[in-house]
C-alpha cells in the first residue's frame, strides 16, 4: 500500500505543475480586416506594403475571401505567403462593408489632401501647377 501510494506521488505533482501552468496570451497586436482594408492599412505589418498589400486588396474587391487560406492564394510567391504568414494572427475576415471602405477612403484623403477636401481648391492648384509648367 505504501509502495503504491509513493507511486502516485509523482502523477500528482506533475498534474499540479501542468494545471498551473501559466495560459498562452491571446494576440493583442494590430488586425486588419482583409475584406475591408485598404492598402495603406498594411503599413502597421513590415514587410506588407505595397506588393503584399495591393495583392490582397485587389484580389478582396474581385471576390472577398471566405478563409485565411483564400488571403494567402491571392499571393503569387511562398516569400510572400511567408512574410504574410508573420502576422497570421492578425488576419481577420469580415463581411465586405462599403461603408467601411468608404469612410476610411474619406478618412485617407482627409489626412493627405491636409484636411482640404473642397473640389474648388482641388481645380486651383491644378491650375497654379499647370501654369508652372509653361
Same mark, same amino acid.
Given at each position: /500500500?505504501?509502495? #503504491? +501510494? @509513493?507511486?502516485?506521488? *509523482?502523477?500528482? =505533482? &506533475?498534474?499540479?505543475?501542468? $494545471?498551473? $501552468?501559466?495560459?498562452? #496570451?491571446?494576440?493583442?497586436? *494590430? &488586425?486588419?480586416?482583409?475584406?475591408?482594408? @485598404? +492598402?495603406?492599412? =498594411?503599413?502597421? =505589418?513590415?514587410?506588407? %506594403?505595397?506588393?503584399?498589400? &495591393?495583392?490582397?486588396?485587389? +484580389?478582396?474587391?474581385?471576390? *472577398? %475571401?471566405?478563409?485565411? !487560406?483564400?488571403?494567402?492564394?491571392?499571393?503569387?510567391?511562398?516569400?510572400?505567403?511567408?512574410?504574410?504568414?508573420?502576422?497570421?494572427?492578425?488576419?481577420?475576415?469580415?463581411?465586405?462593408?462599403?461603408?467601411?471602405? !468608404? %469612410?476610411?477612403?474619406? !478618412?485617407?484623403?482627409?489626412?493627405?489632401?491636409?484636411?482640404? /477636401?473642397?473640389?474648388? %481648391?482641388?481645380?486651383?492648384?491644378?491650375?497654379?501647377? !499647370?501654369?508652372?509648367?509653361?
Amino acid at each position: /500500500v505504501r509502495r #503504491q +501510494a @509513493m507511486l502516485s506521488i *509523482p502523477v500528482l =505533482f &506533475t498534474t499540479a505543475l501542468v $494545471s498551473n $501552468s501559466i495560459p498562452a #496570451q491571446a494576440y493583442t497586436g *494590430p &488586425t486588419i480586416d482583409v475584406n475591408n482594408a @485598404m +492598402a495603406r492599412e =498594411f503599413t502597421a =505589418f513590415p514587410g506588407l %506594403f505595397p506588393t503584399i498589400a &495591393t495583392k490582397i486588396v485587389k +484580389a478582396a474587391n474581385e471576390k *472577398p %475571401f471566405k478563409t485565411k !487560406q483564400d488571403v494567402y492564394n491571392a499571393l503569387d510567391s511562398d516569400i510572400e505567403k511567408d512574410r504574410l504568414k508573420q502576422y497570421d494572427e492578425a488576419i481577420l475576415i469580415s463581411k465586405p462593408d462599403s461603408a467601411v471602405k !468608404q %469612410f476610411k477612403a474619406s !478618412q485617407i484623403c482627409k489626412y493627405e489632401c491636409g484636411n482640404r /477636401v473642397s473640389s474648388s %481648391f482641388r481645380d486651383e492648384q491644378i491650375k497654379a501647377v !499647370q501654369a508652372q509648367r509653361y
